[in-house]
């Protein structure tokens, strides 16, 4: 049964915050159980008041001012008290904790000479809370399907927001089921999961349903991603989002070549715009793509502006 | 008296081992502190040990407890440990510390932490050597006052 925005935050969130913190938020939960169900992030500032994201704007908790101890104390336990055990991960900017929620990170950065750097005396919080919207590529699926009964390779295109990660997602649990509606048959489907957004792993297990057979390689870099999943995991499909520069066009279209279908996202306004760029033109003007979804929120996120053949 | 001095010894011995295990896990297998704590804990034993694999199940993400908080519930349900002072004293300003800096800090706090412990460690050492001798030296010369007694 799924949960409800309140409930996630009862159970993945709040434990997390000191304990003033969590009183005044479920306190503000309570008097705006509406709101509260919207909640998409939780934003901790040192010094500033409890700041609460909702759709289109947010609410600050004027009578709660976050102080050090309040971030040391949530820092403490989102890094399972092993601060040195996330160094690297800290490097991108945020991790990913149990839910596959998203908590980003800023403080004082301190460059290193080899052109490295890291990140110490975090000062603001950011949680953004993850939902997962299910059955969205449905009824999109059949109008992707290739003459062998397949699914096509594909080509997400949406500008940012709109929904790209979330379709893919879904795509990744249908193909992973099957749906007898298309006779399309469940797949091996691995991901290349860079920002760690298809699946949101934590110690490298999805928190996210990516479906019943998915591998995922988490916060790989797409073009290694692609070459070491081909070698040691035998996949019908290959997922991966935004692709952008000249390795990544390179993976794919080597992934392609082997016989191994791809589904990809990529920026984009529509199938004019993706032509403009020289490495998606690449891909599509060679056949690599046959089939593309333009994504848009004329109506919200995830409106669907066009699905089928690239011509 | 000297069977308190060497009890003493023994766990601040154990203390060492165990602030050098934690070290080890932290640089070597990055495990996490929890999961450290316990293998720490288990691999010493004794009072040391016990309070080390409590810290350990008491702290993290799953507990919802900082290390510091794990430290003063594991000191609370540990009423009977049999621990030096300086050892509860050491851990304490140590776990103030612990899980929230880099590999390279965390390591030089454990360092810290073990270089005091080996100072106190040494300091005890000795007053059991100078305990022992003086012990010794009492019994021959009671042992001679009864010869002369008895002659």
């Keep these: 049964m799924p949960r409800t925005m309140t409930g996630v935050l009862i159970q993945d969130i709040m434990p997390l915050f000191s304990s003033r913190i969590g009183k005044a938020l479920g306190g503000w939960m309570e008097r705006h159980p509406n709101q509260a169900e919207t909640i998409q992030e939780i934003r901790l500032r040192t010094g500033l008041p409890l700041c609460i994201g909702l759709p289109g704007h947010d609410h600050l908790i004027h009578s709660l001012v976050v102080s050090r101890a309040d971030i040391d104390k949530t820092l403490s336990l989102i890094t399972d008290c092993s601060y040195y055990a996330l160094e690297d991960e800290f490097k991108g900017g945020y991790i990913t904790i149990p839910g596959g929620h998203r908590v980003g990170l800023s403080g004082q950065v301190i460059a290193h000479a080899d052109g490295g750097h890291k990140l110490r005396l975090i000062s603001a919080l950011c949680f953004r809370i993850a939902r997962e919207v299910k059955g969205v590529a449905e009824h999109i699926v059949p109008k992707l399907m290739s003459s062998d009964g397949s699914i096509a390779s594909t080509l997400i295109i949406s500008p940012p927001g709109c929904g790209k990660t979330t379709f893919l997602r879904d795509l990744c649990r249908i193909l992973g089921h099957g749906l007898s509606s298309c006779s399309l048959r469940p797949a091996q489907v691995a991901i290349v999961d860079e920002r760690s957004e298809i699946a949101a792993c934590y110690g490298g297990v999805p928190q996210l349903d990516v479906g019943p057979r998915a591998d995922v390689l988490d916060r790989c870099p797409k073009a290694k991603g692609i070459g070491m999943l081909l070698r040691s995991m035998n996949p019908d499909v290959i997922v991966t989002d935004e692709l952008g520069g000249e390795d990544d066009a390179r993976a794919v279209a080597m992934a392609l070549s082997g016989g191994v279908k791809v589904i990809a996202s990529c920026h984009g306004r529509d199938l004019d715009d993706i032509r403009s760029k020289p490495y998606s033109e690449w891909l599509v003007s060679r056949g690599y793509f046959t089939k593309a979804v333009v994504l848009s929120k004329r109506h919200g996120p995830g409106t669907i502006e066009y699905v089928g053949d690239i011509m | ?151």
């Design chain 2, 1 to 151: 008296m000297a069977a308190k001095l060497e009890k003493q010894l023994d766990e601040l011995g154990r203390f060492e081992l165990a602030l050098l295990t934690l070290s080890n896990e932290i640089s070597y297998s990055l495990s996490s502190l929890p999961k450290a704590l316990v293998n720490a804990g288990h691999k010493v034993g004794g009072d040391t040990g016990t309070l080390f694999t409590l810290i350990g199940s008491l702290c993290g993400l799953e507990q919802r407890r900082t290390v510091e908080e794990g430290f003063r519930l594991a000191l609370e349900q540990a009423e009977g440990l049999d621990l030096p002072g300086c050892v509860v004293e050491i851990m304490g300003s140590l776990v103030k510390n612990l899980g929230v800096w880099g590999s390279k800090e965390q390591v030089s706090f454990i360092d810290m932490a073990l270089g005091e412990t080996r100072n106190y460690r040494a300091c005890v050492q000795e007053e059991y050597l100078k305990k022992a001798r003086m012990y010794r030296s009492l019994g021959l010369l009671f042992a001679l006052g009864i010869v002369i007694v008895l002659l």
